[in-house]
């Protein structure tokens, strides 16, 4: 468990600096994060959780 949440860990700072260093385009970003919402709605351990407005 140590090693996989260390892998993921790194995962997302390699995303975080990849968006940062290549100006990403908002809407490539809302997409991206769009995509993820089934992946965080699948599990029985969210119950509840927050999407950001404008």
């Known amino acids: 468990m140590i090693l996989r949440a260390d892998g993921?860990?790194?995962?997302v700072e390699l995303v975080f600096q990849a968006v940062h260093r290549n100006n990403a385009d908002p809407k490539v970003l809302a997409y991206k994060y769009l995509e993820t919402l089934p992946h965080l709605a699948s599990s029985d351990n969210n119950?509840?959780?927050v999407i950001p407005g404008s």
Not at 8 to 11: Q, R, V, Y
């Open 47 to 49: 119950t509840f959780w």
């Open 8 to 11: 993921e860990a790194k995962a």
